[in-house]
Nanobody
Framework: QVKLVESGGDVVQSGGSLRLSCAAS????????MGWYRQAPGKQRELVAT???????NYTESVKGRFTISRDNAKNTVYLQMNSLKPEDTAVYYC?????????WGQGTQVTVSS
């Protein structure tokens, strides 16, 4: 059984930085893409960033230049470096793995940015 465990969420002041991590455990044959999504109160879950196995990245417009997604294939881990955080970045952040055996989600980690 595959399990994704996120860490790194916290309360931070506007302009601050956080680094989220998401590690997978269990039997995973091949991870094709990894991503981070977020859901703010009263809003739908939205894509934040994705990274392919080859390292190609994609970001939602609002985080470009501030967030960086990276991955360690050997450790089955994905990271999200978040800089210049804004109050509107406040949300529960979820990691997502798209693998050869299916799609998996983490349980979510809370990021709160105070003004």
């Amino acid at each position: 059984q595959v399990k994704l465990v996120e860490s790194g969420g916290d309360v931070v002041q506007s302009g601050g930085s956080l680094r989220l991590s998401c590690a997978a455990s269990g039997s995973i044959f091949r991870i094709n893409a990894m991503g981070w999504y977020r859901q703010a109160p009263g809003k739908q879950r939205e894509l934040v960033a994705t990274i392919t196995r080859g390292g190609s990245t994609n970001y939602t417009e609002s985080v470009k230049g501030r967030f960086t997604i990276s991955r360690d294939n050997a450790k089955n881990t994905v990271y999200l470096q978040m800089n210049s955080l804004k109050p509107e970045d406040t949300a529960v952040y979820y990691c997502n793995f798209f693998t050869s055996s299916g799609e998996y989600w983490g349980q979510g980690t809370q990021v709160t940015v105070s003004s």
